[in-house]
Every structure is written in C-alpha cells, then in structure tokens.
C-alpha cells in the first residue's frame, strides 16, 4: 500500500498553528503579517481533520509567535492549538487561551459607542468562552465574536 503523502512539507524549526477554524486561516495569516515575513510559510486552507471535518493550518519556518499574537489568533479561531518544531520533532503542542482583555483589535459594533465616534482605541473584556463573548469597556455592551470586527 502506498503510504499516506503528506498534504504541507514538515519544517525543520519553527510553529506550526493546528486546528484553525476552516476558512479563518487567511484572517489569521493578516494577524501574523505574514506578506511582510521573510518566513517560509505554508498556508493549508479546507484540511482534512478527523475532530474537525475540515481545517486550516499555517506552518511558519523559524518564528516564534509572541503571546499578543497567539491571543488574537485564539480571537478568531479558539480551536487554533500551536505546535513548537524543533529539528522536525514537537517540542511543545497547546492550546491557546482567548485572552481576558483585548486592546485595540476589536472595533466595537455599537455605532453610538465612544470608539467610534472619537478616535479612543477599543478595550475590551472576555465575558464568556463557550463561545467566545466580550464586552466593550466604554459602552458595557455584548457581543459573540463571530459578530464583531477586526483591524490589526
Ligand atoms: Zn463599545
């Protein structure tokens, strides 16, 4: 029988994000600035995943991401898990926390809320994890996150 080929080449050291949401991995890739990374990069959209059905996974060729960068990768896909490469085998594999206060990424949906009226950066506060919800720190509104906005 023939062997399994593998769909994304394996990197020697670098992070490998698993399980992203299907369809989010471009938004994530926005999140990691990947257009401007000397990085070699793999971007898998629609894997196949036994848990998931469908996945999408980036493998980035000798980056560490920083804490900021996991939390807003958590934001878009709370599934994402990370795996650290090192000389082609796991070092580290976890899930990544949604953090419990996200500054500037989140545009506030509510239209009448002072974020949008005056340039004030946005704060806001997990308030639920399943699933992911958070609340403005100026209007004191709630919102799913599948509902609300980006800019990073
Ligand atoms: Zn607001």
Do not use: W
């Not at 080929?5 to 926005?30: F, M, N, R, S, Y």
């Not at 990768?73 to 599934?79: C, E, G, H, N, V």
């Not at 997990?126 to 599948?146: D, H, M, T």
Request: aromatic share 8%; glycine share 4%.
């Amino acid at each position: 029988m023939k062997k399994k080929q593998l769909k994304v080449d394996p990197i020697k050291t670098g992070t490998v994000i698993d399980h992203i949401t299907a369809g989010k991995a471009l938004q994530v890739a926005e999140i990691l600035n990947i257009s401007n990374s000397e990085s070699e990069i793999m971007v898998g959209i629609n894997l196949y995943s036994k848990k998931m059905g469908k996945k999408d996974i980036i493998k980035i060729e000798n980056r560490e991401l920083s804490e900021e960068e996991a939390g807003s990768i958590a934001l878009i896909s709370p599934t994402a898990t990370l795996i650290i490469i090192e000389n082609y085998k796991v070092v580290r594999k976890f899930f990544i926390d949604v953090p419990e206060k996200i500054k500037h990424h989140i545009i506030c949906p509510n239209p009448n809320c002072i974020t949008n009226i005056e340039s004030v950066p946005t704060l806001f506060f997990l308030a639920g994890k399943n699933p992911v919800e958070v609340r403005c720190s100026y209007c004191e509104k709630k919102y799913f996150i599948e509902d609300v906005k980006f800019s990073f």
